[in-house]
């Protein structure tokens, strides 16, 4: 179902300040199949204690390899020297002349880039404060994620979640829109035209079209509901069953009254 | 920049666990612009005790009003006893005949309903376990979001921003790639002609085209690399100005040179 080709890009965390958003980030990463995280002077210094190292591994959820193959830089000049094209994330508008996408528009941005050879970072500010101006300048492009403008602050791990999650819709081929049927297939035309003849006769039987000239439209209705169900072959074989029983209940309560009289 | 006109999707938390994953989930509502959330049977009892109250608050940051409007019931049935489609949101396949969508597919599906008039809502199950099976019969269709397959779990919240996320974009105006320049205006054709053609005169008396056929070449990289820049009206200044400085420089210093001398 799924076809993840590109190279994801680079998760840069600047200054990130709690450990637990760290390792939120990893899960983060992890759910979406990003690989490689990157950290500029986090607060807590590298490698961490045992404390900080546990808090940092319990909210990461099971992302131990990405945490295990994080890097560390002192200065974001080093933690950028090899990359070619860098999307600084941010929350509201700077005033800069830089362009600003969507994470819609900068995924595809971000493969074409990657598939040609590119080595992409996609950088994220500490919590609070987001990236500072003069950090910004160093990428080549924003993005900013359309939220509700009246509450637009997004917990670090989340605004990682999103741009992961776009990332990985873009190359995913799951169906959009499927009628998973499980271990039973989709019923045939003759499978649903069957059980509704036999529908149709017990119906008459049963006397239920009083009124013969509405006949027509009541079948439609019929059909269009059992149509509009898409059933199984598994699921037109219960509905026989739960015919047979309907129908058989009259006589086989008949028989039991007949045998007790 | 932002057109959301039809009715959200209400967001239904069946037996949620733990109170910061209530607040988180308001968060996340807020983010993305959803409005209604509705509670079954959750685990703390309602209305909450002070402790339990401060801690779903603090995890919300400030979507206040989602919580104190939020609906309990005691069962499934009485919570979407006035709704007319349901979505319920899986990690994981069942073995049972139903639609599954990726929220991608199942969004443009809500609005169209909410707009003929239906009240949608989207049913999440609880931390861990998910939806069983009793609750997902409940439902119209599945929502299941295309995430790594071998690290698909999310936190409540997470699944809840994904779906809102989407629910957002969907009806978001936002222009997907767009120059900001700030308080500055883009550069037209003649702002850049007359600064290349300083830069090329500047240039021609440096002794910078040192092979004449080569000028051509040269004089077009140039071109193509301020082109490229999309610059604004101020920065051309600026460029203007790093040129006088540049050509500037050696008479200034001559010139002090001469005064010391």
């Known amino acids: 179902m799924t076809a993840v080709t590109s190279m994801p890009p680079i998760i840069l965390l600047v200054e990130p300040q709690l450990v637990e958003n760290i390792g939120m980030t ?39 390899e990405i945490l295990k193959n994080a890097k560390i830089f002192a200065t974001l000049e080093e933690a950028i020297a090899d990359v070619n094209y860098i999307y600084a994330t941010t929350a509201r508008a700077h005033d800069m002349a ?15 880039r990657a598939a040609a050879g590119s080595k992409v970072a996609v950088m994220f500010g500490r919590e609070r404060t987001g990236l500072i101006n003069d950090y910004i300048v160093m990428a080549n492009a924003m993005i900013t994620i359309p939220l509700n403008p009246e509450h637009t602050s997004l917990n670090l791990a989340q605004s990682v979640l999103l741009v992961g999650y776009e990332w990985f819709q873009a190359q995913d081929r799951t169906p959009a829109n499927v009628l998973r049927t499980g271990s039973s297939i989709p019923a045939t035309r003759e499978d649903y035209l069957n ?32 149509q509009r169900a898409e059933m199984t ?18 006589k086989a309560r008949q028989m ?4 007790d009289d």
Do not use: C, Y
């Open 256 to 259: 039991k009254k007949d045998k």
């Open 98 to 112: 830089h362009r600003v996408m969507t994470p819609k528009a900068a995924i595809p941005d971000m493969i074409e």
């Open 233 to 250: 072959e598994q699921e037109i074989r219960t509905w026989h069953g739960v015919l047979s029983a309907l129908v058989g209940i009259p």
């Open 195 to 226: 059980f509704f003849k036999r529908l149709e006769k017990a119906l008459d039987e049963a006397g239920f079209f009083v009124a013969e000239e509405m006949r027509p439209t009541m079948i439609r209705n019929l059909h269009n509901t059992l």
């Open 26 to 64: 990893a899960r983060a990463m992890m759910n979406t199949g990003l690989k490689e995280l990157r950290l500029v002077n986090p607060r807590d210094p590298w490698p961490l204690g045992e404390v900080h190292q546990k808090r940092m591994e319990a909210a990461s959820s099971g992302a131990d």
